[in-house]
């Protein structure tokens, strides 16, 4: 069988590493805030190409903070890809915002800036740029836009860690950048994590008040804050994939290419472009027949996940907080997309052998 993960192999190379790692924090005695959090900061801000970074608790939270750092009035509107994960909208309802929803484009999965203009409002504040699967947004082509109408660009960088348009990393693009440094990601902890990156000194500034209860100086608050910390030991534990970060990368690229190659035209693939480097956290092929390709598949011993199998404006948790509108580009991905085996444990030969049963369909 072909697992679609398996984190036990995935992280077999690093268990050498995480046990000194393990060992150096235990030592150290000192289990929040501390030498590891602060080096992992100061490393990650360094990969992203900006002068900070803020470690929280998970993705939610770091993009949930981020937005409430700027300030923004409540009930503002901040517009979100149709098509995102759902934490990308329940980060807008926590900061006290309103989401409102813009379609992607169908090849890239990501906002469309020619759609986008119809979607602001007087109201508008901000864009949550998604890079989905780990493929930056059109941030650049979003940009005149931002600056015309004076609104924030966030990133949700949570599958992007490495990603980029050109020189520009995925955490450097927005005036801020939400990751999520949950296990499946490329460069994922050993439990939940999360950080917000930026250039802006004072953003930085409000988001480490606002992780720990609000609180500059110990024991003295000065706005309702969180308990939302970057766990001391999982920063331990992200310095040391971090160091090899992009040698994961390079080895999903080279599954992906395979991928990409060898693959049927029956299968929509994911787009390739000039200027843009893809990191692969999802490989999806998208095929009207998903519900049937899946089960033939695991028939034949191979496993996938679908992300995702319901847009988020029509789950459950969202009726009445989502103003939902006519979204057949988000509907269209949601129904077809299949996420296939591709992490650092996975082979050339498990993908080849994939391809064959993907063929033979």
């Known amino acids: 069988m072909i697992e679609f993960e398996d984190l036990g192999k995935a ?4 268990f050498a590493a995480y046990g000194r ?19 992992f900061e100061a490393d990650f801000a360094a990969y992203c190409g900006v002068p900070h970074c803020a470690g929280v608790a ?46 992607p484009d169908l090849r890239t999965y990501n906002l469309d800036p020619a759609g986008l203009a119809e ?35 966030i990133e949700d960088a949570s599958q992007a860690h490495g990603a980029r348009i050109g020189q520009r990393k995925a955490g450097s693009l927005g005036d801020a950048a939400a990751f999520s440094f949950y296990p499946t990601k490329n460069l994922g902890a050993l439990g939940d994590g999360g950080g917000v990156t930026t250039r802006d000194a004072a953003l930085d500034g409000r988001l480490r008040t606002l ?3 609000g609180s ?20 331990a534990f992200l310095r040391v994939k971090l160091a090899r970060l992009d040698e994961i ?7 992906a290419a395979l991928y990409l190659e060898g693959l049927k035209e029956d299968f929509v693939k994911p787009v390739v472009e000039a200027g843009y480097f893809d990191v692969y956290h999802i490989f999806n092929v998208r095929h009207p027949r998903r519900d049937e390709l899946r ?18 404006a029509r789950q459950k948790a969202m009726r009445g907080l989502v103003d939902h509108f006519d979204c057949p580009v988000a509907d269209t991905i949601h129904q077809t997309t299949l996420s296939l085996p591709i992490s650092y444990a996975h082979t050339p030969g498990d993908v080849c052998r994939v391809i064959e049963v993907l063929n033979r369909f």
């Open 295 to 312: 089960a033939y598949l695991l028939n034949n011993d191979v496993k996938t996940e679908i992300h995702y199998p319901v847009p988020p």
């Open 211 to 213: 992780r720990n209860y």
């Open 11 to 14: 992280n077999a190379p690093f």
């Open 249 to 255: 990368i390079a080895h999903k690229r080279q599954l």
């Open 21 to 39: 790692a393990f060992e150096g924090v235990l030592r150290g005695g000192r289990y929040i805030l501390g030498d590891a959090v602060r080096a």
């Open 58 to 103: 998970s993705g939610l939270d770091a993009l949930t903070l981020a937005l409430q750092s700027f300030g923004f009035p409540a009930g503002s509107e901040v517009i979100v890809p149709s098509n995102t994960f759902i934490a990308s909208i329940l980060s807008v309802l926590h900061a006290g915002l309103t989401p409102v929803l813009a379609e």
């Open 119 to 153: 979607r602001i409002t007087p109201r508008t504040v901000a864009v949550v740029a998604v890079h989905l699967y780990g493929k930056c947004c059109d941030v650049p082509r979003l940009e005149p836009l931002a600056r015309q109408h004076n609104l924030k660009i």
């Open 216 to 235: 500059a100086e110990k024991y003295y608050n000065d706005v309702p804050g969180y308990n939302s910390r970057l766990d001391e030991m999982q920063a």
